[in-house]
C-alpha cells in the first residue's frame, strides 16, 4: 500500500457537524481530565446547593432540584449546543465547501475551496470511528471530519482508519515531528507579517474565555440561562414568591448564574489548557503572514491557509487581533508579538483592508 491515502472530494452535512458536537460533548463524562468535572458539575454540585433541602426534611425538592439539574446537563445543554452549532453552520462560507483529505506518514491535510489545513501526527491526539465518520481529534471539541463515503471501497476506510491511529499512536512516543525546523521570517513588506510568537497560556487563556463569553452572550443562550438557573429555581421556591420574598428568591438563585457564566469557563479553560499546552501545535513557534487573497497560520506543526472572503470579522480585543473563521474559531496574534504598538496597528490595518478589499470585490 502507498503511503498515501486521499479520499474523493467530499462535501460535509449538517449531519456530520452535529453528529461530531454531541460526540464531543459526551466523551467529556469519559475522558480525563474532563470527566471529574463534568461529574461534579452533573451531580455533584446539586446535591451540595440541594442540601438545604434535607435539612428541611423537604425532600421532594430535594430530588425535584437535583433531578433538573441533572437534566440541564444531560439534555438541555447539549441541546442548546446543537441549536447554537447548526445556528453557526450557515455563517461559515467553508462550512459545505468541497474538500479533500490526504493521509500520509508525516501529516494529515484537508484541501479545499478557499481553506488549507495541514497537521503533523504529533498535533493530533486519538482517532474516533463511528458507523459513518472517522474524527481526527486534535482537542476536546475540535476535529478534522472525514466521513467514509469519501473513499473509494470500505477497504480503503479501513485502510486509512488503520494508518491514522498507527500514525497518531507512534507520534505520541516520538520526538515532535514538525513541518520546519524553526520558524525564519522573510523580509516582510510592512505590516504583512507578524514576527514569530508562541502560544502562551495568557493569550491561550483570553481567546478561550473571549470564545465562550461570545457563546453565552448570544440572546438564545441568554435566554434559556435565564430560564435554567434563575426562571426554575424561582419556581421551586414559588411559595416564598407567594410570600412576597422575591429578593431572597432571586439572592438564592443567583449563585447558580454566576457559577456558570464565571467559574465554569474559567475551569474550563484551564483544563482545556492542560490537555493542550504540550501539543506541538499549541506550543511551537508561529506566524500569521497576510496576502492578498488569502490569511496564512503556519506554525512548527501545523500550516492553515483561509481565503480573505472566508474571514467572517477582523478584530482586537484584549490585546488580541483575531481573524475570525466563524463565531468561534479565529486566527489569533497577540499584540506583544510586536516590537511596538505602532506595528501592531499597521498589521491589524492591513488586515482589516485586505479583508475589506475581499468582501467588496
Known sequence: MSDTIRTAPFTLTTGDYLRHYLISYFRMYIVLPWAPFMWLLTFGIPILAGFRHLTHREYLAFATSNLWYSVIWLTLIPAIGLFTTWRSLGRIETTYAQRVATLDSHAFALDGDGFSNHQVWSSFRRVIET????????????????????????IIAKQFLAE??????????????AFYDHIDAPEPMAGLVSPSFRMRFGVYFRYCLLVMCRSMLRPTTLIFLL??????????????????????????????????????????????????????????????????DEVQARGDAYDVKVRWNNIRQVSQTWGLILLWSGPSGAIVVPRTAFADPAAADAFLDQARALWQAAKSA
Not at 491514522?164 to 515531528?177: E, F, I
Open 164 to 177: 491514522a491511529r498507527k500514525h497518531v499512536r507512534h507520534a505520541g512516543h516520538k520526538q515532535v515531528q
Open 131 to 154: 458507523p459513518g465518520n472517522v474524527y481526527l481529534v486534535l482537542r476536546a471539541g475540535s476535529a478534522m471530519i472525514v466521513p467514509k463515503r469519501a473513499f473509494a471501497s470500505p
Open 227 to 292: 430560564a435554567a438557573f434563575v426562571g426554575f429555581p424561582a419556581w421551586l421556591q414559588r411559595d416564598r414568591l407567594a410570600a412576597g420574598d422575591w429578593r431572597g428568591v432571586l439572592i438564592s438563585s443567583i449563585p447558580g448564574l454566576i457559577f456558570f457564566m464565571v467559574v465554569f469557563p474559567l475551569v474550563m479553560t484551564l483544563i482545556s489548557w492542560a490537555t493542550v499546552a504540550r501539543q506541538p501545535a499549541v506550543r511551537g513557534e508561529r506566524q500569521v503572514s497576510l496576502a492578498a
